[in-house]
Nanobody, 123 residues
Framework: QVQLVESGGGLVQPGGSLRLSCTAS????????MGWYRQAPGKQRELVAT???????DSAESVKGRFTISRDISKNTVYLQMNSLEPEDTAVYYC?????????????????WGQGTQVTVSS
């Protein structure tokens, strides 16, 4: 049973920094993609940043230049360094891990999610 455990959320003032961590346990395979999504009250869950097993990244325009994603593939761990935080960054942040397998003609995919960690940016 794969489990994703997040840590590092909390309350921070505008302009401050936080570092989120997420470690996957219960797997004997490497995830193709690991990353972070967030959901603010009354809004849909949205992409924050992802990184593939080849270290290719994707991120939302709103966090470019402020957030940095990194991975320790050997530890099945992904990090999100968040700098220059703004009140608009307030949300529950969810860790996501994706595994794909099978031939090119029919690829299977499994998504795993963490429980979420609250990030609140407020003075």
């Amino acid at each position: 049973q794969v489990q994703l455990v997040e840590s590092g959320g909390g309350l921070v003032q505008p302009g401050g920094s936080l570092r989120l961590s997420c470690t996957a346990s219960g797997s004997n395979f490497r995830f193709d993609v690991m990353g972070w999504y967030r959901q603010a009250p009354g809004k849909q869950r949205e992409l924050v940043a992802t990184m593939t097993s080849r270290y290719v990244t994707d991120s939302a325009e709103s966090v470019k230049g402020r957030f940095t994603i990194s991975r320790d593939i050997s530890k099945n761990t992904v990090y999100l360094q968040m700098n220059s935080l703004e009140p608009e960054d307030t949300a529950v942040y969810y860790c996501n891990a994706v595994r794909t397998w099978g031939p090119v003609e029919k690829t299977y995919r499994a998504d795993y999610w963490g429980q979420g960690t609250q990030v609140t940016v407020s003075s």
